[in-house]
């Protein structure tokens, strides 16, 4: 193969596109013609022509110029792209293409797809936060304590994992009651606790502080005394 041929190839460069483009274009409401297009205006752009003629782009793809035009004009009323006006170093007024609001446009799908990824999250975790509490209780969870569930999660802003956390304390403690693990969550929330590695730290200081005052110990073994912390004294 001639080596200047492949020099021109590597100096005509190349079209730099996000592979969420690709990855997107069909949920942004673009088919595979208006998506080359794109690719083809943003190759013009690239190389200083920012604003190529429905002529120049139609010779580049199987579409006529009256359909390219159709097509451009499709894209602006979907505000995918845009066209502005510019201004030459002459005081010359020239129109562009934009290719901002194709961005902007994917940047929303992407939090759009990101809001509801986490939301299906929060309600995985919050159906096993029932669930956990109901196998540690030993019996279904009356209205009341499901409204307690629901305050922790909605008003308090609590993390799941860290309502599991405080439910894990109170078993330790021997105490498995709302009012024991709502203190518990009180505590925690008034001294910064926001992870389970703080959460697991703060109730092994406060069980050391509790056996070195000579508090009382609870066990599930005899053989195997582990102190507590009583919270309902915080």
């Known amino acids: 193969m001639d080596k200047e041929m492949i020099v021109s190839w590597m ?16 949920q942004i409401g673009l088919d595979e013609k208006e998506l080359v297009l794109l690719l083809h205006i943003q190759f013009f752009m690239d190389r200083g022509n920012e604003f190529p ?27 995918l792209i845009a066209i502005e006006e510019g201004m030459s170093e002459e005081k010359i007024r ?6 901002k609001p194709l961005w902007i446009r994917l940047a929303e799908e992407l939090i759009a797809e990101k809001k509801q990824q986490d939301l299906e999250h929060t309600l995985h975790d919050e159906h096993d936060l029932y669930t956990v509490f109901e196998q540690e209780f030993g019996r ?53 606790v926001k992870t389970i590695e703080q959460a697991r730290m703060q109730g092994s200081q406060f069980r050391q502080r509790a056996t070195k005052q000579g508090s009382k110990v609870i066990s599930h073994e005899p053989s195997n005394k582990i102190p507590f912390y009583n919270w309902l004294e915080q």
Do not use: H
């Open 53 to 79: 003629t429905p002529e120049q782009l139609c010779e580049r793809m199987s579409i006529t110029a009256d359909e390219c035009s159709a097509m451009l004009g499709k894209l602006v009323q979907m505000q």
């Open 11 to 26: 100096e005509e460069g190349m079209v730099q596109i996000p592979s969420v483009l690709l990855n997107k274009y069909k």
């Open 140 to 192: 279904p969870l009356s209205p009341m304590e499901c409204e307690n569930l629901a305050m922790w999660l909605d008003e308090d802003k609590q993390d799941p994992s860290i309502i599991k956390a405080a439910l894990r304390e109170a078993v330790i403690s021997g105490k498995v009651n709302f009012r024991y693990i709502d203190r518990i969550l009180f505590s925690w929330k008034k001294n910064g």
């Open 94 to 99: 020239f129109e562009k293409y934009s290719l």
